[in-house]
Nanobody, 126 residues
Framework: VQLQASGGGLVQPGGSLRLSCVVT????????MAWFRQVPGKEREFVAA????????RYGDSGKGRFTFSKENAKKTIYLQMNSLKREDTAVYYC????????????????????WGQGTLVTVSS
């Protein structure tokens, strides 16, 4: 499985950005997909996750109420819609996947994921 993230860039505080992650060749229904972010010198931080089969997405504390996880089966793509962006949202954002059928309680753990995209840089600055 290969993951290709895109959509990062420079945005002003209060602005919006949508990240995309294409899954190749495809994600099975049992897959769990996630977004993490990382700032240099800090650990990777959980942002959002959901099963490819659907259901309620889980969110890390930093993005609750501002970020939305979604997917488009036909395009084999997951998205992270980020609204009301803050300077502290500046980071490299990674998409991740696992085929292990993990339980919801560990969806926020980076160690739960086996496949990682290359990351896309989001910079929130005026």
């Amino acid at each position: 499985v290969q993951l290709q993230a895109s959509g990062g860039g420079l945005v002003q505080p209060g602005g919006s950005l949508r990240l995309s992650c294409v899954v190749t060749p495809e994600a099975a229904r049992t897959y769990v997909m996630a977004w993490f972010r990382q700032v240099p010198g800090k650990e990777r931080e959980f942002v959002a996750a959901n099963r490819w089969s659907g259901g309620s997405a889980r969110y890390g504390d930093s993005g609750k109420g501002r970020f939305t996880f979604s997917k488009e089966n036909a395009k084999k793509t997951i998205y992270l819609q980020m609204n009301s962006l803050k300077r502290e949202d500046t980071a490299v954002y990674y998409c991740a996947a696992t085929a292990r059928g993990i339980i919801q309680g560990v969806m926020g753990d980076a160690d739960s994921y086996d496949y990682w995209g290359q990351g896309t840089l989001v910079t929130v600055s005026s």
